[in-house]
């Protein structure tokens, strides 16, 4: 029921209105702030669930699995590759075929049956190798069908983190296009604050309750919990289905980004002229900037050939694979300047992407955390975003004042000096890394325990506290 206002005309007449129109009612339009906290809850309880099989993946590949660590490892970095990768494709096919909200609830989905498969594992005893044999420590080898059943379910689980995580996003910018009004850039940026905040949490809570869980309660009961979650994910944001904006799928930048590739191949003849006119350009509605001169042979993508093989009769592209907006051409040439700057990060994500190593250093090491608690040995990797919420807030709000405060003027440091300090911090991190393995190699040569992957050196695992702390920069 609406309100009702009373108000009189030039006439004296009274008239009747409702205080809120169609237009302000959030109730009666679809989006709005309703319903980014089941978007919200989506996408936590998607992130705790994955992110909490993750550390202990490769002690329960070693230990149930009897796979050798090499081999545990490189099925845990290609299952972190593939889950890193999906959510490009899972863009691109969201944007063009899909949706976002289909892709998001196929995600679910499938993440879902792959983490339900991955719990069965560890109910059926057919699904894995019997236990080893402790009196000849003798251990028998995983079946070709076990292996094939364990990597259909971290195959499901990437397909599902890819179309969840690729969209989620985007998908709660829809609902805020027309909620803010004038404030809407506001309200974007505070949704994504609270986005990445929540994302943070969600892996801080997967890193330690999840994992000790885990540790404490058996596999059974520490593979159930995330698939409890994400069946919570999937029905939080199925529930709001009604409520959301849904977009069309349209073609989307990478593939506009594709056509000016193609089409300055296609166009790879023409010369290009050192005194052109604004009018070969095919410029976009409403545009008329030139293209710049760096990265010039891509300008041959927007070069009118022919206006009446080219244009149509409303003046867009024939052929947007043959001809494209100057728009496109720079926007390819913004995306090709940044590679190099991008490219600079790849040595030190390999190092962050060495998820399986930590854990099996901290399982040998002392993880006792006064006389009675001890740290498992998969929840070392919350210090690191522990380290990153830290670094943040002192660079925020110590490092940043004092700074001023000593130049006399505003200080900050660009984004490319930050990730030179970042890099920095990688590479000591790594130095000081290499420097506790060494040790702790010669401890266990030393104490006997050179070919016992189960034993446990006397060396704290504190000391792997500076690769978490240096990973955070």
């Given at each position: 029921?609406?309100?009702?206002?009373?108000?009189?005309?030039?006439?004296?007449?009274?008239?009747?209105?409702?205080?809120?129109?169609?237009?302000?009612?959030?109730?009666?339009?679809?989006?709005?702030?309703?319903?980014?906290?089941?978007?919200?809850?989506?996408?936590?309880?998607?992130?705790?669930?994955?992110?909490?099989?993750?550390?202990?993946?490769?002690?329960?590949?070693?230990?149930?699995?009897?796979?050798?660590?090499?081999?545990?490892?490189?099925?845990?970095?290609?299952?972190?590759?593939?889950?890193?990768?999906?959510?490009?494709?899972?863009?691109?096919?969201?944007?063009?075929?899909?949706?976002?909200?289909?892709?998001?609830?196929?995600?679910?989905?499938?993440?879902?049956?792959?983490?339900?498969?991955?719990?069965?594992?560890?109910?059926?005893?057919?699904?894995?190798?019997p236990p080893c044999d402790e009196s000849s420590n003798n251990c028998s080898s995983a079946t070709t069908l076990q292996l094939f059943l364990l990597c259909s379910c971290f195959g499901l689980m990437s397909i599902g983190a890819g179309g969840t995580r690729s969209s989620s996003l985007a998908f709660g910018a829809d609902q805020l296009k027309k909620a803010g009004g004038r404030r809407n850039g506001w309200i974007l940026e505070s949704y994504f604050s609270w986005y990445y905040a929540s994302c943070t949490i969600s892996v801080l809570i997967a890193s330690t309750c999840i994992v000790y869980v885990q540790e404490k309660m058996g596999w059974q009961v520490g593979f159930g919990i995330p698939v409890i979650l994400m069946f919570l994910s999937a029905l939080s944001f199925s529930l709001a289905s009604p409520c959301y904006v849904k977009l069309k799928a349209?073609?989307?930048?990478?593939?506009?980004?594709?056509?000016?590739?193609?089409?300055?191949?296609?166009?790879?003849?023409?010369?290009?002229?050192t005194e052109s006119s604004n009018m070969i350009y095919h410029h976009q509605k409403g545009s008329s900037i030139l293209p710049s001169e760096k990265l010039?042979?891509?300008?041959?993508?927007?070069?009118?050939?022919?206006?009446?093989?080219?244009?149509?009769?409303?003046g867009r592209a024939a052929d947007p694979w043959t001809l494209c907006t100057i728009n496109q051409v720079e926007d390819l040439k913004t995306l090709l300047k940044v590679i190099p700057l991008w490219s600079t990060g790849m040595i030190m994500s390999v190092n962050i992407s060495q998820n399986s190593f930590p854990v099996l250093q901290a399982n040998s090491m002392n993880r006792r955390f006064g006389s009675s608690f001890e740290i498992p040995a998969g929840s070392f990797g919350m210090f690191t975003i522990i380290s990153i919420i830290i670094w943040i807030a002192l660079y925020d709000r110590v490092f940043l004042p004092i700074a001023s405060k000593i130049m006399g003027k505003h200080v900050h440091l660009s984004a490319r000096k930050r990730m030179a300090i970042g890099m920095l911090l990688s590479f000591v991190c790594m130095v000081v890394t290499a420097t506790v393995e060494a040790k702790r190699r010669n401890l266990a040569i030393r104490e006997g325990y050179s070919d016992a992957s189960e034993a446990v050196v006397d060396m704290s695992a504190l000391w792997l506290l500076p690769l978490d702390c240096g990973n955070s920069g």
């Open positions: 029921m609406y309100m009702m206002e009373n108000s009189a005309d030039e006439n004296g007449n009274t008239i009747t209105k409702p205080l809120l129109d169609d237009d302000n009612n959030s109730s009666s339009a679809k989006g709005g702030f309703r319903t980014i906290p089941f978007i919200l809850a989506n996408e936590s309880f998607e992130q705790v669930a994955s992110y909490g099989l993750q550390p202990n993946m490769i002690l329960y590949l070693t230990r149930e699995y009897h796979l050798k660590m090499t081999t545990g490892s490189n099925i845990i970095f290609l299952w972190s590759a593939a889950t890193n990768f999906k959510p490009l494709l899972s863009a691109i096919v969201a944007d063009i075929f899909v949706g976002r909200f289909r892709m998001i609830l196929f995600g679910c989905v499938f993440s879902l049956l792959g983490m339900a498969l991955l719990w069965l594992t560890t109910m059926i005893p057919q699904t894995r190798p349209k073609s989307t930048i990478i593939v506009e980004l594709l056509q000016v590739a193609v089409a300055s191949c296609r166009k790879r003849h023409i010369d290009l002229s010039r042979f891509l300008n041959k993508a927007c070069i009118i050939v022919d206006p009446e093989k080219d244009l149509t009769t409303d």
